[in-house]
Every structure is written in C-alpha cells, then in structure tokens.
C-alpha cells in the first residue's frame, strides 16, 4: 500500500506541473466539498510526511514541484480522477491529463483505482490547508534554459543481442507494482557466483542460474524498511576483496525513524523521515549455500525523506592486495532530499556526509565511533578543522547513484538530476561536484526559488572550482540515470572501450567512448538497441511497462548483464553487430 501512496503523489507531481505551466485561468474552484475535519487532515498529513514529502513540498519546487495552492486551482473531483486512473483519463483525451502527459515527459502511472476513496480524499484534504506560496518561488531569474541540451542522442549501429538468464521470485503480489525491485547483480570474489538484490530485503544467490535466498534482511533486521518505496529497502552490497578468508559482507538497508542513534544527524528540529544502516555480515562459511553467521553496525544516518540514501557501496575491482586502496570501502550518499525540502545548508559541504562519496576502511577502528576506519590517504584526512567529516572522497552530488572504475583505473560515478540534467562524472579526490549550485553543466536556480529550472553558466564561474560532468543528457532523453560500466570482457569485441549505461525509468540504452571521458569535455552519448531470441524489442516492450526500471552488472569474467525491475527478470549480453537490422 505505501509503494502505491508514492505513485499517489507522482499523479500529484503531473497536477502541479499543469497548475504553472498552462496559460492563466481567472476561473474560480469550489471545493467546498473538501473536509476540512482535523482528524481526516491530519491522516492526509501523516501520509503526506511518511510516502510523499520525498518528492514534494509546499514552498519550492523539488524532485516534484511544489503543491501549495492546488486546490483553488483543480476541482477536488478532478485531483480524485486523476489519482484513481490517470491512464483512463489520458486515453479519454482529457485536456488536463494530456498536457499535464506532454508536458512532463513521464511514463503513465499504473491505475490506483483500489485505493479507497478515504485514502485519497484524505491526501486532498491536507493539500487543501496549503496555500500558494506566491509568484516569488517561481518566477526565476530570467535567461532560464527550456531545452538545457538542444541536441538529441544519436542512434548509433550497435545493437547486442540479449539471452534471458533467470526469473527472479516475485516480491510483490499486486499487479500494481513492479513485480520486483532487483537493483545490483554482482559477484563473490572466491567462487563468482552471482548474487542480486531485492530492495524488499532479499539477497539471492545464483545457482545454476536459478536465484536461492543467501541473506534474508527483512528477517534479521526486524526495523527493516522497504516503505514508502522508491530509494527505501535494501540498498546496496559489496563483498570484500578478501571475502574467501574473511567472510565479510557490507550492505545498505532503511529502518524506521528512532530505530537507532544516528551517528550521522541534524538538529531536533529538522524531521527525520527514516535511517540508512551500513552493515557487517561475517559468515561462518564463505562457500556456503546460504548466510550463517553475526552482523555489526558500521555506522547510521538520518534522512529527511525517502528518496537519495545510500544506494551504492562497492569496493574498487582494480585494487589487489598491498595497494592502498584494497579494501577501501566506497560509498555513495545522496542528498535525502534536503535541498528540495529548503535544507540546502545540510549538503554540498565537507562538514555533511549528504550529497558525497565516502571512502572507508571497514577494518579499521579509527572513526570518531570506533567502528571503521578512515584512511589516511583520504583527501580530508589531515584536516585539521574538527568539524570536517574526513571519510569524505568528494562531494557535490544530489544521488551518486553508481560507481565504477574504468580499466585505466579513472573513477566513474553517475549522478542522478533534479528536473533536467542526468550526468557521468570522473571522480577525483577532494573535488566539488556542484550540487545543489550546480546541475550538471549549468547553472541552478536559487534554493530558494524554482528547483526545476537551470541557466547559462556565469562568466566568473572558476570562483568555485566545480568538477563539471564528462557526459551529460537533459530530460528529454531520460529522467534518471542508471550507471553502468566499461567493457572488461572478451566474448563481445565490439563493445571494447565503451561504458555502456542507460535509462532507469524508460530502460533506453547509452553508451560513451571510454577514449573520449576528458575532464572539461563532454563525451557524446550515443544509443544502442538490443535483440532478445533474435527479435529486435525494446525493454518496454518486453517488461509490458512503460516503466522498466533498468540497471547493469557484470561477472567475474567481465561480460555484462542487464536486470528489469518491472518483470524480474535478468539478461546477460551475449553478442553484438555493428550492422544492424531495422529496429524499433
């Protein structure tokens, strides 16, 4: 239900966009029909606070725009249609719907239409409390780039053929939402087997490609959180390096608000809206079936809504033992969602873990909590300002989503956008990569105006040394960016030097020339098709969803695997022409 209360609010996200970019209505709403009983409010309220203030906000503009005053803009009546059945509506050619579908650039939302109309009006009532903030959050500061890359993506010759690999067990039993939530399929060092996640607490093991449960998290962390969905659940894992002799495991997962002391937190007075937990699982048996074994608590920090935690940890694939960075835990931190919730102060600094790289040492003990170890190679390892957070690497990013190293040894990180640019970063140590001053390669509106716009940037912009994006491709492409990796492999020559990535949401398929990846340069991303059973599909086609939810992973051999969250299913890149038939 609370996965279903977030697509809620992604309907809600479609309502606004219309409210301030239709032409102006002098027309008067009577929604004197909305409750305005404090009991039912207050239930919108804790919905609103626990599945949708991720997204939203009613000052400014955030991952969805701001909602103050959209009831004395829309019917109540409408608002409840639309939530219910937003398909319904844009096939019924209503006006709103269809603007509302052009002019955001998204995927329909699957139906709501089981939801209870108390649920729903509830929602609307809250709203309902929220006026309009006033022009001055939204009116910009003139010269604002509508189209921020005029060029589009070019279909290149490329096309790879796909073979199915497994069906991973469904973990959800509505037909309303992705079947599962597989997000990493990686490998275990000593044997390769193959192991993937799902965000709902389950960490498979391949077994002559058939997926066995290794390590129930749902189970074993009874404040185990996969609500309201999106970016909550079971994060990220990495083994490491060493994971033969040692037995060591790390993961990323949610709990519940209050469900420790966060070692990472803001002032009381800021709502915390869940925790992220990194975790050490040590096995009694490294070449066991399934995980048996004690966990300890590296470290947790507190997030003010659900979206951008910590979705990424990895170890670096290069590093072999005696070389400083093997077992150097990186981790990827995301923003939380402060700065479209008007906390920009809580990112983009080298005294706040959101919005940064982390790079740890998991055996260590020298941390202000005495449970991993900072290295003293780190960029602010000998900072002497107490307040500087010396695990930082870099910083600057809103949701480093994904880190990869290329076979020259250069650090990949992709940085999902706000409302326009998605971009591929070369990594360095101690660097600034802009956010929330900067998205992508321009400039972005002032926290405290429009989040969803960005502008030319200033003539005196070297005066804060941001790191800019070697690549980058605006919303007109793709909404968020799913990382991916260079070409390690031997069986597909035609994929040498290329790292290859995609689109999560639409499941479109990018590449760059590894050649081409300059610091102060952008790499051209061209595009890619795939056949499956040699017929050219794309992966909506095949998932049966406009949303498909893509995301990469590679083996122990370095061949290349593609997983779609929707239908739970995993494919591994088999071969690839550079003649390619006509494809969709």
């Not at 400039?443 to 994006?469: A, F, H």
């Given at each position: 239900?609370?996965?279903?209360?977030?697509?809620?609010?992604?309907?809600?996200?479609?309502?606004?966009?219309?409210?301030?970019?239709?032409?102006?209505?002098?027309?008067?709403?009577d929604?004197?029909?909305?409750?305005?009983?404090?009991?039912?409010?207050?239930?919108?309220?804790?919905?609103?606070?626990?599945?949708?203030?991720?997204?939203?906000?009613?000052?400014?503009?955030?991952?969805?725009?701001?909602?103050?005053?959209?009831?004395?803009?829309?019917?109540?009546?409408?608002?409840?249609?639309?939530?219910?059945?937003?398909?319904?509506?844009?096939?019924?050619?209503?006006?709103?719907?269809?603007?509302?579908?052009?002019?955001?650039?998204?995927?329909?939302?699957?139906?709501?239409?089981?939801?209870?109309?108390?649920?729903?009006?509830?929602?609307?009532?809250?709203?309902?409390?929220?006026?309009?903030?006033?022009?001055?959050?939204?009116?910009?500061?003139?010269?604002?780039?509508?189209?921020?890359?005029?060029?589009t993506?070019?279909?290149s010759?490329?096309?790879?053929?796909?073979?199915?690999?497994?069906?991973?067990?469904?973990?959800?039993?509505?037909?309303?939402?992705?079947?599962?939530?597989?997000?990493?399929?990686?490998?275990?060092?000593?044997?390769?087997?193959?192991?993937i996640?799902?965000?709902?607490?389950?960490?498979?093991?391949?077994?002559?490609?058939?997926?066995?449960?290794?390590?129930?998290?749902?189970?074993?962390?009874?404040?185990?959180?996969?609500?309201?969905?999106?970016?909550?659940?079971?994060?990220?894992?990495?083994?490491?390096?060493?994971?033969?002799?040692?037995?060591?495991?790390?993961?990323?997962h949610a709990?519940?608000?209050?469900?420790?002391k966060?070692?990472?937190?803001?002032?009381?007075?800021?709502?915390?809206?869940?925790?992220?937990?990194?975790?050490?699982?040590?096995?009694?048996?490294?070449?066991?079936?399934?995980?048996?074994?004690?966990?300890?608590?590296?470290?947790?920090?507190?997030?003010m809504?659900?979206?951008?935690?910590?979705?990424?940890?990895?170890?670096?694939?290069?590093?072999?033992?005696?070389?400083?960075?093997?077992?150097?835990?990186?981790?990827?931190?995301?923003?939380?969602?402060?700065?479209?919730?008007?906390?920009?102060?809580?990112?983009?600094?080298?005294?706040?873990?959101?919005?940064?790289?982390?790079?740890?040492?998991?055996?260590?003990?020298?941390?202000?909590?005495?449970?991993?170890?900072?290295?003293?190679?780190?960029?602010?390892?000998?900072?002497?300002?107490?307040?500087?957070?010396?695990?930082?690497?870099?910083?600057?990013?809103?949701?480093?989503?994904?880190?990869?190293?290329?076979?020259s040894?250069?650090?990949?990180?992709?940085?999902?956008?706000?409302?326009?640019?998605?971009?591929?970063?070369?990594?360095?140590?101690?660097?600034?990569?802009?956010?929330?001053?900067?998205?992508?390669?321009f400039?972005?509106?002032?926290?405290?105006?429009?989040?969803?716009?960005?502008?030319?940037?200033?003539?005196?912009?070297?005066?804060?040394?941001?790191?800019?994006?070697v690549?980058?491709f605006?919303?007109?492409e793709?909404?968020?960016?799913?990382?991916?990796?260079?070409?390690?492999?031997?069986?597909?020559?035609?994929?040498?030097?290329?790292?290859?990535?995609?689109?999560?949401?639409?499941?479109?398929?990018?590449?760059?020339?590894?050649?081409?990846?300059?610091?102060?340069k952008?790499?051209?991303?061209?595009?890619?098709?795939i056949?499956i059973?040699?017929?050219?599909?794309?992966?909506?086609?095949?998932?049966?969803?406009?949303?498909?939810?893509?995301?990469?992973?590679?083996?122990?051999?370095?061949?290349?695997?593609?997983l779609?969250?929707?239908?739970?299913?995993?494919?591994?890149?088999?071969?690839?022409?550079?003649?390619?038939?006509?494809?969709?």
């Open positions: 239900m609370n996965e279903k209360r977030i697509l809620i609010v992604s309907a809600v996200v479609l309502l606004q966009v219309y409210l301030f970019s239709s032409c102006n209505s002098e027309t008067s709403i929604n004197s029909s909305i409750s305005t009983d404090s009991t039912n409010i207050a239930a919108g309220e804790a919905s609103f606070n626990k599945n949708c203030s991720g997204c939203h906000n009613f000052r400014q503009d955030g991952i969805g725009p701001q909602l103050g005053g959209i009831t004395t803009e829309i019917s109540a009546d409408w608002i409840h249609d639309f939530i219910s059945d937003s398909r319904k509506m844009i096939e019924s050619r209503d006006e709103r719907s269809v603007q509302l579908f052009k002019k955001y650039k998204r995927a329909v939302m699957p139906s709501f239409a089981t939801l209870k109309d108390d649920e729903v009006n509830a929602i609307i009532a809250f709203l309902h409390t929220h006026k309009s903030p006033g022009q001055q959050m939204t009116k910009g500061k003139g010269g604002e780039l509508s189209n921020p890359i005029p060029d993506i070019a279909l010759n490329l096309v790879v053929k796909l073979e199915p690999v497994t069906q991973i067990p469904p973990s959800s039993d509505s037909a309303k939402l992705p079947l599962t939530r597989i997000t990493k399929l990686t490998f275990q060092p000593n044997t390769g087997d193959l192991f996640n799902d965000l709902r607490g389950k960490l498979y093991k391949l077994q002559q490609n058939k997926p066995m449960v290794y390590l129930d998290i749902a189970r074993l962390k009874p404040k185990f959180t996969h609500e309201a969905g999106l970016a909550t659940g079971f994060g990220s894992f990495a083994f490491h390096p060493g994971f033969a002799k040692n037995g060591l495991l790390y993961t990323t709990e519940a608000h209050g469900s420790g966060a070692d990472f937190g803001f002032a009381d007075s800021i709502k915390v809206n869940l925790q992220w937990v990194l975790t050490e699982w040590k096995t009694e048996n490294p070449g066991a079936t399934t995980f048996s074994g004690k966990s300890r608590e590296l470290f947790r920090v507190n997030m809504s659900d979206i951008h935690g910590v979705q990424e940890i990895t170890f670096n694939p290069l590093s072999k033992p005696g070389d400083e960075d093997y077992g150097m835990l990186y981790i990827g931190v995301g923003d939380g969602g402060t700065v479209g919730l008007g906390y920009a102060f809580l990112t983009h600094s080298i005294e706040k873990i959101w919005g940064t790289i982390l790079r740890i040492d998991p055996m260590g003990r020298n941390s202000d909590n005495g449970q991993y170890g900072i290295p003293k190679n780190n960029p602010f390892a000998q900072n002497q300002h107490t307040k500087t957070l010396r695990e930082i690497y870099a910083y600057g990013f809103r949701n480093p989503h994904r880190i990869t190293w290329t076979k040894g250069e650090m990949l990180a992709c940085n999902i956008g706000q409302g326009n640019i998605e971009s591929v970063n070369l990594v360095m140590p101690g660097h600034d990569y802009g956010w929330p001053i900067r998205e992508g390669t400039l972005s509106s002032d926290v405290n105006e429009n989040l969803g716009k960005v502008y030319p940037l200033p003539g005196n912009d070297s005066i804060y040394k941001i790191t800019y994006p690549a980058q605006d919303h007109d793709g909404l968020a960016i799913s990382g991916g990796f260079e070409y390690w492999g031997k069986d597909i020559p035609q994929l040498k030097g290329k790292y290859l990535f995609g689109d999560i949401p639409s499941g479109r398929l990018f590449y760059i020339e590894v050649a081409d990846i300059k610091q102060g952008q790499a051209p991303i061209k595009e890619w098709k056949l059973t040699d017929t050219p599909r794309t992966l909506s086609e095949v998932c049966g969803s406009e949303r498909v939810d893509l995301h990469l992973g590679r083996d122990s051999r370095d061949e290349l695997y593609i779609t969250k929707a239908d739970g299913k995993v494919y591994k890149l088999m071969s690839a022409s550079m003649k390619p038939p006509t494809v969709h």
